[in-house]
């Protein structure tokens, strides 16, 4: 079945560093590629997705691009705010067969001190 | 617009009760998930309906649990006789078609005592 796996975390960064956090998956079929991001005391809200292979997705000053020969969906970010603290998902959606439903990742923590 | 609501927030019941869980998805969306998430893990996919059909039912852990959304809008999860590993953070979420952008609720936190 879909699986994804993403970096354990949690991850403490200085405001300004470079953020990666990585994200491989297994699937089958073609699917989209997805990160979420859940700020403290807020629900799950779509970050960036991709939905082919060499596909970049990009929001808010993050990207991640879909590789297919590695399985990978890396999450970067040139200088991550301390607005950017929150936990971050991977996640999978095998529209082809699967109606869309999405498998996730178990998240990763990302903290930014100033 | 209004987003995807959930209701109730917070629900705390005993071993062995019943229980509604709903999620008013966003107007005009066809499609509606659900998915359990517990402590330090991702949501884990339960149910996914395409109008008022369950389209794809195979997440849902055993037949104490079971969804209806019988006007292709408003969904309900029910639990039957909960236990407390049923303790989690329920979501829903509805998009516009089936392959399309999930937006995901709030949640609604189950704890069964």
């Known amino acids: 079945g879909n699986s994804v796996t993403q970096m354990e975390g949690p991850v403490t960064l200085s405001e300004e560093a470079f953020l990666t956090i990585n994200c491989t998956y297994t699937a089958t079929g073609y699917p989209s590629l997805f990160w979420y991001v859940q700020y403290p005391g807020e629900g799950l809200q779509l970050l960036l997705k991709?939905?082919?292979?060499?596909d970049k997705g990009s929001n808010k000053g993050f990207e991640a691009t879909y590789r297919k020969e590695t399985t990978s969906f890396h999450l970067e970010k040139g200088s991550v705010q301390v607005s950017d603290s929150a936990v971050y998902f991977c996640?999978?959606?095998?529209?082809?067969?699967?109606?869309?439903?999405?498998?996730f990742g178990d998240g990763t923590t990302l903290t930014v001190k100033p | 617009g209004a987003g995807v609501s959930q209701t109730p927030s917070n629900k705390v019941t005993e071993k062995g009760k019943y229980v509604e869980l709903r999620c008013d998805p966003i107007?005009?969306?066809?499609?509606l998930y659900w998915y359990r998430q517990s402590l330090g893990q991702g949501p884990e996919f339960l149910i996914y309906f395409q109008g008022t059909g369950a389209a794809d039912d195979s997440g849902l852990p055993n037949d104490r649990f079971f969804a209806v959304r019988p006007e292709g809008s408003v969904s309900t999860l029910k639990i039957q006789r909960t236990e407390r590993g049923d303790s989690a953070v329920y979501l829903c979420a509805s998009s516009p078609s089936r392959q399309g952008e999930q937006y995901f609720g709030p949640g609604t936190r189950l704890t069964v005592t």
């Open positions: 107007s005009g969306h066809t499609a």
């Open positions: 991709a939905t082919k292979a060499d």
């Open positions: 996640a999978l959606s095998d529209g082809n067969t699967n109606a869309g439903k999405s498998t």
